[in-house]
């Protein structure tokens, strides 16, 4: 049975580090204003200790979750998150905010930049998944939450999780990482990269100035559909569409024979009109300069204790398993409470979307325990 | 010890097919005439028993052994075609024939159209596998062979070894198809069709209509650098690249940072030199159109004896070791002699082309005993 929506939602927008107050990023320059685009769900507890706060993956937004008034598509992980889900809104206060350098109400490339009046196309500063996080943590004093019972994401959010945990473990109960890594490879970097050139190439991507003017469309869905490969797994492929023809199509001159080629260009086609192109460089050049590999995520020597569940999936090829049993390795290494899952699913990267049923057992129990400790009846429900 | 080369070599042309005896294409359409780059090695033995036809996979071309006259780079498997390697040019005779579609001196979309006078360009016809080997079937009647001792290739030249089996089995003493499939999964006409979609995004590329003018340099280099990551293992490119970075280049606006980022510029740019973009796209298409999965590869009730060596590598993702055992299934339901071998090795799909050592050591050994006999005594040496 289908569990019902949060219902209809709204974006809302916070607005802070205005100069001279300009937020200093990892780079050492500084970015400000900034506004960051963000959604709640449900209600703050009176001890403000119920506070969930999920992360959105490389072309995500701070809708995650019920509907905008008029749209009938609901938030990107509405199966995750709501009355009884995964995320339980009648017990937790859910929070979602778009990423800096993003262009779903976020500051990022696309935004007008104050000293010019124009946006800044490349005159964005580069940022980290460290200067998302720190952007968000302005947001979450701003709500007036001194520790967060949770950070969840998969994929790049999943990084934004651990670099929370890295940054201000004081304020992280736990933490729920889904396929995501602690860097990335060389593999992933290289997928990475062959998008930003695809993207680069189309000369209407003009170094970022095509504001205004025609915008890096076919750069941008060839990189998208790179993407979408990485995203889904030979296995879901065959399912889906195994060598099953579709009707010809000539507008390029040359065929699309297979349904898989039509369905890579629907993607591609979709994803342009509600992605900016310089959004993609700089978001993607975040996840690949993303490296925790080298430090502890926990400061030795302090009493910190943040309880992990580590989420990876066994036809993921874009962030492998054990990618995330590095992860688990590391905590594991400063005595953490570390729970590793390897769920067992033909859907791949995507399947973090996908796998809602194994996942919101998972997710409910670890913070069922951890909020209401063990003896919550609802524990022995699920 | 490195074995010695074969020497200089040189590329000869045969021509066949003028009008009115065009080739009939498997499409239905007339291709004449047509022209096949090869080369050949070694001698001929009395009975015309010795020869074995090298198949290329898709960027390769006639020049596999051996060196070209003042250059100091050999033939694309030099390492295995030779005096005493793989293929011993000691004991058979080695032909290679560019493939038709190509750009490497045989018949192809950048060849001179004669109904035009002008390049085929997006005129020239679809062709398939089973035109390829159709048109090397002619080089080898020329050669004055009835039946070869061996058709062996990597990738798309398995493709070709299957497809000479399928079409002319009794021509056939033994194929060695290596790292390959039946059909291409709907992951890899995917790959295939992001590549052909980036060529085509370049506006240089013009519905083909390019030669004579600047060519779509920047598609052709971004569809490259996606086959290369596909040529290379998740474990290859950690041992290669890791995440070490390089000096900084600015030369797109974008920056380069990371070594594997500026491998793949290197490698994509230096493609685009030697390879024609529309050849791009017509092998692309023929490898994605190819699909033995359903019919015998042997036809059934006849006494036909093929004996095969398949090959397949462990850390190849893009031809998965499955696909070669559905290979091997495939030919033991006819009862054939088929011995397959799945190589550890992490270099991905180019293990083909890279593990000399073991691929020597199985394929001497499987052409002796077809040859020589089990008893001849090289096959005790190895």
Known sequence: MKKQSIGIVETK???????????????GQKLGPITLAYETYGELDQN???????LHAFSGDAHVAGYHKGDDKPGWWDDMIGPEKALDTNKYFVICSNVIGGCKGSTGPSSINPETGEPYALDFPVITIADMVNAQRHLIDHLGINKL???????????????????????????IPIATALKHSPQQIAFNEVGRQAVMAD???????????????????????????????????????????????????????????GYLRYQGDSFVKRFD???????????DYFDLSGQNLIPAGTNIDVHFLVIAFQSDWLYPPYQSQEIVRKLKMRHMDATYIEIKSTYGHDAFLLEVEEETMLIRHFLNRLYYGTGEPDLYEI
Request: contains cysteine; glycine residues 8%; aromatic residues 12%.
């Open 13 to 27: 927008y916070f607005t802070f580090a205005a100069p001279p107050d300009e937020m200093v990023l990892e780079s």
């Open 48 to 54: 403000r200790g119920n506070a969930v706060l999920a």
């Open 149 to 175: 019972l949770c950070v969840i994401g998969g994929s790049m959010g999943g990084m934004q999780a651990l670099q929370w945990v890295a940054a201000r473990p004081k304020m992280i109960r736990s933490a």
């Open 203 to 261: 000369p209407a991507w003009n170094h970022g100035q095509y504001y205004g003017k025609s915008r890096p469309e076919r750069g941008l869905a060839i990189a998208r559909m790179i993407g979408h490969i990485t995203y889904m797994s030979d296995k879901s492929m065959e399912t889906k569409f195994s060598r099953k023809l579709k009707e010809k199509d000539y507008s390029y001159g040359f065929q699309t024979d297979f349904e898989v080629e």
């Open 277 to 287: 192109a310089n959004s993609y460089l700089y978001i993607t050049k975040a996840i």
